[in-house]
Each structure stands twice: as structure tokens, then as C-alpha cells.
């Protein structure tokens, strides 16, 4: 079975046909190992639901649909031994699929669509012929970028204390695409290690150009500054921007509050509450709290909850004035909870982004979809991995090859979530849409002096 088709493993990686408990019980060795991936290529990886989806309906034989349109997607293939090639392009999903299989990427990222098949770009001449024409609108949300505000993990690292930065993201940016900006077809997806990656697919976001990418991405940024900057978050004027409103209502005050500043510990040691201090430009006002919080006298109640309450009690007493001083307890709010983007991934079409149902060569954790609806219970220590869902094709819990049943291993929630809840709904849209354009077209060819 998988010995079989993983014959170049080293024989202490050999997966079955050994004499000790731990490989009686079908058990892998956890991590990531390309005698594994080929496997995952050849056995689990979703081609046909990626296709649909890269597709928006073109791929029917409906006579408004665009026939070159999947053939015209940019894919990019990170190979063992940092080979990176990009400009891949397939006629149909069989392509794709057996291209994926032969070469075995450590990692698929997906690019835009553009104006003539890029794998053949050079065959065309003249300027601009060879240009983007739609892509997704994408963000890109790492746990590594909150390294100064986070005190459990930096780096890669991630835990069950500063994973939720990622949730809060996850709810603040999912709202407002779909409440301020009307988008439907939003799909969310663990990087595979230390963050999320947000898929836009809505026909008019994937027609956005570079100009109006940057417009919506500058709308959702809020955090300026550099990593030496005291101050992150800046606000202006006697009330926030009703979007920003929303966010520290609804999601940033209570988390902050009510979990973040406890499984951080902000303001149990003198360096870090320091932090958190020089955000506030009146001295008077932090040697005030510097003093209460020196004193030595610890509280029976939780420190942090009770500083914080200080805090919040000096800076909105009715004794300040200047909005500056009252705006800085929403500043540190903001400051350590607000969703820190990849500004440059989100504004130009021509960046890719990592595929989902992808492998991290680092982890072994599948790039699963995130339900934004339930991302409170989402665990990225818990997904998929390499080595489990061999342990299951080792148990027979995917059927016989070519009749995979993928819904029946540890990987069946998230492909079931990616159809109903992303795919098929999509899909109906697109159908739809095609099918209105290609009857104003007709209609438009009927009536040629119709203006």
C-alpha cells in the first residue's frame, strides 16, 4: 500500500511491514517529508474542487463562457532544493493534476488571470500583451507581525494564547468586506503555520485593478509606523470612523479585555506595562499610574484586569479634555489587537498567494479553510497533517485509488466546508452571472443603435 509507493524512504521511515507496536498501529512519523507529499498529490489534494473554483463557471458548455479562462491562470511551483517556477499554465484540470504529480511542489501558489496563457507568454510581441486581467482580491495575516505585542511566542512560534490575534483578524476584516463593501464569496484559509490567508472572489473583486486594491486595503490599515515607533495607532477627531466604531465594539474591547491582557500578562512587570505607558503623551499622567503600580501593594484580584482599570479610570476622567488624551485607551486597544496586513500582497494583482489544501513543508499541516462563522474553535495544532492522513490511508479510510473518499478521513470537514459553504455557492453566482452578460450581449447584437 503506502510502502509500496513511498519504496525510497529510508528504512526508518518505512510505514508499514515492521514488528513494533507503534507501526502495528499504522502510526507516522510526524513533519514533513516529500516521500509523503507524493503520496498527498496522488491520493488526497482536491484537483477537481480547485479547478471549479479557479474556473467562476467557465468551464461549462454554456456559449457564454470564456473556454481559455482557467488556461490563462498563473500558477507557481516551489520545488525541492529552492526551485521556484512560475508562469505555469493548464488547459484543464487533467493537466494541472498530473503536472502536480510529476513534479511534486513543496509549495502551489496561485496567481492572476491574465490577458494570454502565460506558460506561452514569450510567443506573444508587442507592449501590454502580456498582462494581468483579474485576480482575487487577497490578504495576508501573520502572527509573526504581532511579535511586539504578543509575549507567549514570536517568530513561527504560535499558541493557544496568541492564536486568537488571528481570530479577532479573521472576524474584524470578514465584516467589514461583506458589510462595507458587499462582497459574498469570501474564503478563509490557514497558512499551514502562523497565520491566515482571506480569498476575495466576488466577480467585480477579482475585476478590481491595482488603484482600487490599494483603496480597500488602505480603508482596512490601520496600523502606521514602524517597528521603533511608540505609537502604532494614531486616531483623530471626538469619534472613531464608523468602521473602526464596529471593530472595537463588537470584537477589540472584549478581547482585549476580557482574555488578551491576562494570557499576555501586559501589565504584570514594569517593562512591559513600560510599553503600554509610553503610549500616552501626558507625563503627568504616567508617573501618576507609575506610582500606583510601584507601590508594591499586589491586589487579590487579578493585576492586569485591575491596572488596566487604573488606566482606563485616568484617562477617561472627566478631567481630560484634549480628545488625544480620552482617544488613547482606544489607541492601545487597537494598537494590540487591530489586524496587521501585508499591505503589498493585498494592492497588486500580480502577487501570489499560497493555494489552499497545500502542505507546509515546515509543519506537515494541511492549508485547510477556516469557517469565519466558527473561528473561535478553530486550532491550528489540531488540522490535518501529512503523517495522520497517511496513518488513515494505511487504515483504508479513503477507499480504494480512483474512488477516494476523501469526506471519510480527517480531511473530510474542511473539503466538505470548501464545497457547501464556499464552492457550490460561488459557483451558483457564476453561472448566473455568465448567463446575464451573455443575454445583454445578445440583446446589445439585436438592438446595434441602442444606447
Not at 493557544?160 to 463593501?181: G, H, N, Q
Request: proline share 5%; aromatic share 10%; with cysteine.
Amino acid at each position: 500500500m503506502v510502502r509500496e509507493e513511498a519504496e525510497n524512504m529510508n528504512t526508518d521511515m518505512a510505514i508499514d511491514g515492521v514488528e513494533t507496536d507503534r507501526k502495528r498501529n499504522h502510526e507516522i512519523p510526524d513533519g514533513f517529508n516529500p516521500n509523503y507529499l507524493k503520496i498527498y498529490y496522488g491520493r488526497f489534494f482536491p484537483y477537481g474542487d480547485m479547478h471549479k473554483w479557479m474556473s467562476y463557471g467557465n468551464d461549462g458548455k454554456h456559449p457564454g463562457c470564456d473556454q481559455s479562462y482557467f488556461g490563462r491562470r498563473e500558477f507557481s511551483f516551489s520545488l525541492d532544493k529552492d526551485i521556484y517556477l512560475r508562469y505555469q499554465s493548464f488547459n484543464n484540470a487533467a493537466e494541472l493534476e498530473n503536472s502536480i504529480k510529476e513534479k511534486c511542489p513543496f509549495k502551489i501558489d496561485i496567481g492572476a488571470v491574465y490577458s494570454v496563457d502565460p506558460a506561452n507568454r514569450n510567443a506573444y510581441s508587442g507592449a501590454n500583451v502580456f498582462t494581468p486581467v483579474e485576480k482575487e482580491l487577497v490578504f495576508d495575516i501573520d502572527i509573526s507581525d504581532y511579535d511586539d505585542v504578543r509575549f507567549c511566542c514570536s517568530g513561527a512560534d504560535v499558541c493557544s494564547d496568541c492564536w486568537p490575534l488571528m481570530t479577532v483578524a479573521i472576524k474584524v476584516i470578514d465584516t467589514a468586506l461583506r458589510d462595507d463593501f458587499g462582497f459574498n464569496h469570501i474564503l478563509w484559509v490557514y497558512s499551514g503555520r502562523r497565520g491566515v490567508h482571506c480569498w476575495v472572489c466576488d466577480g467585480k473583486a477579482r475585476r478590481l485593478n491595482n488603484e482600487q486594491r490599494s483603496a480597500i486595503t488602505e480603508y482596512l490599515h490601520v496600523r502606521k509606523g514602524n517597528e521603533n515607533s511608540l505609537k502604532k495607532v494614531s486616531l483623530v477627531g471626538h469619534s472613531l470612523h464608523p468602521f473602526l466604531g464596529r471593530s472595537y465594539a463588537e470584537v477589540l474591547k472584549d478581547f482585549f479585555e476580557g482574555t488578551y491582557i491576562s494570557s499576555q500578562n501586559l501589565f504584570s512587570d514594569e517593562e512591559r506595562y513600560e510599553k503600554i505607558l509610553k503610549m500616552i503623551p501626558d507625563e503627568s499622567i504616567t508617573s501618576e499610574l507609575r506610582g500606583k503600580w510601584q507601590d508594591n501593594k499586589r491586589p487579590r484580584d487579578d493585576i492586569n484586569i485591575v491596572r488596566w482599570g487604573h488606566l482606563k479610570h485616568v484617562l477617561q476622567s472627566g478631567k481630560h479634555k484634549v480628545p488625544s488624551i480620552r482617544r488613547c485607551v482606544e489607541e492601545i486597544v487597537l494598537t494590540f489587537t487591530y489586524p496587521r496586513l501585508d499591505l503589498e500582497v493585498s494592492k497588486h494583482m500580480n502577487h501570489l498567494l499560497k493555494a489552499p489544501f497545500c502542505v507546509h513543508p515546515g509543519t506537515g499541516r494541511v492549508c485547510v479553510p477556516i469557517d469565519p462563522e466558527q473561528c473561535e474553535q478553530f486550532d491550528p495544532l489540531t488540522v490535518p497533517t501529512l503523517s495522520k492522513l497517511l496513518e488513515e490511508l494505511n487504515m483504508g479510510a479513503l477507499g480504494p485509488p480512483g474512488d477516494e473518499e476523501l469526506e471519510n478521513t480527517s480531511l473530510g470537514k474542511s473539503i466538505k466546508f470548501f464545497r457547501s459553504s464556499f464552492l457550490h455557492p460561488l459557483l451558483k453566482s457564476c453561472k448566473e452571472e455568465i448567463e446575464s452578460s451573455y443575454a445583454s450581449k445578445i440583446q446589445r447584437s439585436k438592438n446595434p443603435l441602442n444606447w
